[in-house]
């Protein structure tokens, strides 16, 4: 699948969602994929920037006995409580066949 629409179905049909068409959305009133418990917004990219990958590799290899990886991008100014989490996926898929 390519591009962005095929992106949405993909990681809709990952997370038992369905995507949203953009005709049935306007900016903001509507994530792009429609989930009973999640509200899932999905951005692709040709290359995700390299420190975010680095990031990412650094909490996975220092994970141990069942810890969760996971990036907080926090930025200056901000109120902790913004910061973004960045996971992977298949960890969230996980996490969701355990409940």
């Known amino acids: 699948m390519k591009g962005w629409k095929g992106c949405e179905r993909k990681v809709a049909a990952l997370l ?5 068409p953009v005709s049935g959305r ?3 009133h509507s994530p ?19 420190w975010i990958e680095d990031a990412m590799k650094q ?3 220092c994970a141990h006995d069942g810890q969760l990886p996971l990036v907080v991008l926090h930025q200056d100014g901000q109120r902790y409580q913004e910061a973004l989490i960045v ?3 298949k ?9």
């Not at 899932?40 to 040709?46: G, Q």
Request: aromatic content about 0%; hydrophobic content about 35%; charged content about 40%.
């Open 87 to 89: 996971m992977r996926l």
């Open 59 to 61: 909490a996975e290899a």
């Open 32 to 50: 792009d994929i429609h989930h009973e418990r999640l509200s899932i917004e999905v951005k692709s990219r040709k290359k995700l920037p390299a």
């Open 26 to 28: 306007g900016r903001g």
């Open 16 to 20: 038992g969602g369905k995507r949203v």
């Open 91 to 99: 960890v969230l898929l996980s996490l969701e066949k355990e409940r």
